[in-house]
């Protein structure tokens, strides 16, 4: 797991916490691990990066996460994104 930050409007640091998943094996409780941990470190943005496609069930609870809005970009993203490495 690593931390990054970005700034916003406000001059404030926002963090995405990023996660690399290079196993065959992939599951939603990846996801709802990383969604956790946005919360707890109230981070803006979780991404999760695997080398293999997610399941269905991993997309979905990305699909449905939370909204964060970009006052800087007025715009809004999903909280949870799923980007595959290869």
């Known amino acids: 797991m690593a931390f990054s930050d970005f700034v916003e409007k406000d001059k404030n640091a926002k963090t995405i916490i990023v996660q690399v998943k290079g196993g065959v094996v992939l599951n939603p ?30 997309m979905n609870l990305a699909i449905h996460s939370e909204l964060y809005k970009s006052e800087l970009w007025n715009k809004e993203y999903p909280s949870i994104q799923i980007r595959t490495g290869w």
Do not use: H, Q, S, Y
């Open 29 to 58: 409780g990846m996801v709802r691990d990383l969604i956790g941990t946005v919360k707890k470190e109230k981070a803006a943005i979780g991404l999760l990066i695997t080398l293999k496609e997610p399941t269905k069930g991993m």
